[in-house]
């Protein structure tokens, strides 16, 4: 941790000195640096509402820069990273030990920095009887041992999904127990018309759909999840919010990271340093995730955290 805030101490004094410069940032290459030019950056669908708000502020303090985000499946995004299609991605996970092959054959150091916390949530219609749900209980729904339930992913290729599957560890997922959508908004949608079934979105995007539409707090909610220590001599329940995120009671949180893959110093860092810096970190907390770099005792509590 003291070895990244060194690194981004540095690149805030680079962006300072950069942006003092009568002439506007100039790099030796003349029309790029770390706060010019063009950049494609992939993004996991699933966390597009903060990225594309934050590269909006971005592009606004920093008018010859232009970020192109472009959301994709966690699968896709890190398959054109692979073919060289972008260098920037931002994903819940890092490269595996065999992707990340490809780079260090290049002779490629990335520099990948976390930007904040984020979480998987499962939602469902508020006519539905359940309000909680067990570990087991969502393990049995993976593996479709629960009759008459779904889990409704926003893609086949989804973060979330492959997030699940890695948490309880399964060797492979019953395809009839769950139904892939076009993104996290039919998600939403689909969830808000129908009983019996649970979507599984990211939590960016369900505070993104209720600022943008209060009323859907009338059809849909997140549902208390629970979490199991070995210390506690009975299982809690908790709902998702920044809270319970910044403290680790909510157990499907996930990390949010930043990765650059530019072979130089291009507009990849400057972003990087953006996100990762006080203004970045201020958006993170704004939207209601968990940033990075700021103490946790400083976050305010939006809603109830948990139901015991």
């Known amino acids: 941790m003291r070895k990244y805030s060194v690194i981004l101490v540095m690149l805030g004094f680079c962006i300072g ?23 494609p950056v992939l993004v996991d669908q699933t966390l597009l509402p903060i990225i594309k708000e934050s590269a909006d502020v971005f592009e606004s303090s920093y008018p010859n820069s232009s970020l192109e985000i472009m959301a994709r499946p ?23 030990s065999q992707e990340d092959e490809y780079f260090k054959k290049r002779g490629i150091q990335p520099k990948i920095f976390q930007m904040a916390s984020d979480a998987v949530v499962l939602i469902n219609n508020r ?23 779904r889990l409704i992913f926003d893609n086949a290729n989804s973060s979330t999904l492959r997030f699940l599957k890695d948490y309880y560890k399964l060797q492979k997922i019953d395809p009839k127990a769950i139904s892939a959508m076009k993104d996290n908004e039919e998600v939403i949608k689909y969830i808000s018309e129908n009983t019996n079934v649970v979507g599984v979105i990211g939590y960016n995007w369900y505070l ?24 506690a001599d009975k299982a809690h329940f908790y709902k998702p919010s920044q809270s319970t995120i910044a403290d680790g009671l909510y157990p499907f949180i996930r ?16 972003f990087s340093a953006f996100l990762t810096g006080d203004r970045g970190q201020r958006i993170v907390l704004k939207a209601g995730l968990v940033p990075a770099t700021m103490p946790g005792r400083e976050i305010i509590i939006r809603d109830e955290s948990y139901i015991k």
Not at 74 to 90: C, G, T
Not at 132 to 139: A, D, H, L, W
């Open 74 to 96: 966690e699968i896709k995004a890190v398959n054109a990273l692979l073919s060289d299609s972008a260098y920037v991605v931002v994903l819940t996970r890092k490269l595996n």
């Open 255 to 270: 990390p949010v990271y930043i990765m650059n893959y530019q072979p130089n110093m291009g507009l990849g860092l400057g």
């Open 127 to 149: 006519n539905s009887a359940d309000t909680i749900m067990s570990q087991k209980s969502v393990k049995s729904l993976l593996e479709g041992n629960l009759a008459g339930q």
């Open 208 to 231: 993104k759909a209720v600022e943008k539409n209060s009323q859907l707090l009338d059809k849909i909610r997140t549902l208390s999840i629970e979490n199991v220590s070995e210390e």
């Open 17 to 39: 000195a950069l942006v003092s410069c009568k002439d506007g940032a100039k790099s030796n290459r003349g029309s790029e640096d770390i706060l010019t030019g063009k950049l």
